[in-house]
T-cell receptor, first 112, second 113 residues
Framework: EDKVVQSPLSLVVHEGDTVTLNCSYE??????LLWYKQEKKAPTFLFML????IEKKSGRLSSILDKKELFSILNITATQTGDSAVYLC????????????FGKGTHLIIQP | EAGVAQSPRYKIIEKRQSVAFWCNPI?????LYWYQQILGQGPKLLIQ????????DSQLPKDRFSAERLKGVDSTLKIQPAKLEDSAVYLC???????????FGSGTRLTVV
């Protein structure tokens, strides 16, 4: 059974801090790893990582995948209160089905 | 580009009643998914359609849940009869074949009392 574990489950930091969110996985036939931000109901797409060691970057957010060690990190620098959300990590595995296996998420709270 | 549309946004029902959710995917997306997200958990896949055929429904509780995607576009998910543990947000998502362009709708929050 595919498994995705995120840590920490919750994190409270002050505005301006840098945070690192972790995601480890055990899946058969790995295809890609995705990061989502969930503020209210709809998860919104952040990154899709397929190749190991290549950093994806968007503004203050960046992510990297290590396929040898089976983990990914999501970094957020100079955090703002608008970054407060649940960050979900999901893995797309092989075969004909394209269902995502999600972790429980990291609940990030940015205090002013 | 219009997103994934879902309705209703909220629903409160009593246990043993039935309920149905509707989803309209992004135009051109052949693949449609229904996920269940219980409070404090990540979304869990219930069923995946490719056009109007079922690809994966291994985690769908088939004794009470059913889903269909007629004509390969809109989809409905039904629960009959509902249980207290079905209280969750039901998310619909769609993508191109192969999982590219995966986009979620805003979901339906179901409360069973």
């Amino acid at each position: 059974e595919d498994k995705v574990v995120q840590s920490p489950l919750s994190l409270v930091v002050h505005e301006g801090d840098t945070v690192t969110l972790n995601c480890s996985y055990e899946v058969t036939n790995f295809r890609s790893l995705l990061w989502y931000k969930q503020e209210k109901k709809a998860p919104t797409f952040l990154f899709m990582l397929t190749s190991s060691g290549i950093e994806k970057k968007s503004g203050r957010l960046s992510s990297i995948l290590d396929k040898k060690e089976l983990f990914s990190i999501l970094n957020i620098t100079a955090t703002q209160t608008g970054d407060s959300a649940v960050y979900l990590c999901a893995v797309l595995s092989g075969g004909g089905a394209d269902g995502l296996t999600f972790g429980k998420g990291t609940h990030l709270i940015i205090q002013p | 580009e219009a997103g994934v549309a879902q309705s209703p946004r909220y629903k409160i029902i009593e246990k043993r009643q039935s309920v149905a959710f509707w989803c309209n995917p992004i135009s051109g997306h052949a693949t449609l998914y229904w996920y269940q997200q219980i409070l404090g958990q990540g979304p869990k896949l219930l069923i995946q359609f490719q056009n109007n055929g079922v690809v994966d429904d291994s985690q769908l509780p088939k004794d009470r849940f059913s889903a269909e995607r007629l004509k390969g576009v809109d989809s409905t998910l039904k629960i009959q009869p509902a249980k207290l543990e079905d209280s969750a947000v039901y998310l619909c998502a769609s993508s191109f074949a192969g999982g590219y362009g995966y986009t979620f709708g805003s979901g339906t929050r179901l409360t069973v009392v």
